[in-house]
């Protein structure tokens, strides 16, 4: 049955999503706004869809440790579920992709459109350049900003391996950051077909203020995260074995 409610749910994701991408085009000459709303309604449907036919839910712990205005959300990232999450998990969020995405027809479209955030992970300092200058656009707006602090999607036991571009964001913008622990990847496999039944939790740890050197930043970053996570992806283990 596992088999069989993952592979519906797939031909359910790929037909919803082919509609509203197809049937949202004339979004793309209208303000900003209406294409992240379209984004919005697409990311409940999918979360909506994963409950109904997979048995996916989630939790969010720590809600309360998300500020209203600007801050800069750094998450751990195991499976496609979190992109899917954030556009719902944050309001009006700047999501940091990798530039590649934007050239995808359609759906570069409308990240672009939605003013996410991109980075050319092969370009180096001026990669890290632009991403700032993007931040701060985003910080004006009043808008926060998520990234997954390694850049790509990790298996739950794999060792961590955070980037710079998540230090730059900090340091520049002067903004608190906000960590995020998770274990979706333990029910939403990042390279598999098969989607476990279970209840993916998301934690929202306390925020890091900003105002402290890159390295220490950076240790404090891991340090919030992975412990956390580490506990989440047990907890779910137990969750799937019993």
């Known amino acids: ?142 808008r926060p900003i998520m990234i997954f602090p390694e850049g790509s999607r990790m298996a739950p036991d794999a060792a961590p391996q955070y980037r710079p571009g998540v230090a730059a964001l900090y340091t520049q913008l002067d903004i608190p950051c906000v960590p995020v622990a998770l274990n979706s990847g333990m029910f939403w496999a990042r390279r598999a077909l098969k989607r476990q039944p279970g209840t993916i939790v998301v934690e929202i740890l306390p925020a890091i203020p900003p105002g402290l050197k890159r390295r220490e930043f950076m240790a404090q970053l891991e340090a919030a995260i992975e412990p956390a996570t580490d506990k989440l992806v047990a907890d779910a283990r137990s969750q799937i074995e019993s």
């Not at 998300?66 to 496609?80: E, T």
């Open 1 to 142: 049955m596992i088999a069989l409610r993952s592979l519906l749910f797939q031909i359910y994701l790929y037909t919803t999503s082919a509609v509203m991408t197809l049937g949202c085009l004339p979004l793309l000459v209208l303000p900003r706004r209406y294409t992240a709303s379209a984004i919005n309604l697409w990311s409940k449907l999918q979360l909506w869809g994963a409950a109904a036919i997979t048995g996916i839910t989630y939790e969010i712990r720590g809600a309360e440790n998300l500020p209203d205005g600007p801050c800069l959300i750094a998450s751990k990232h195991q499976s496609m579920w979190d992109t899917i999450f954030w556009a719902v998990g944050a309001k009006d969020p700047a999501i940091v992709l990798k530039k590649e995405l934007t050239y995808v027809p359609l759906y570069g479209w409308y990240a672009m459109k939605a003013a996410m955030i991109s980075i050319d992970r092969g370009s180096g300092p001026s990669a890290i350049r632009k991403l700032v200058r993007q931040g701060k656009r985003a910080i004006a707006d009043n």
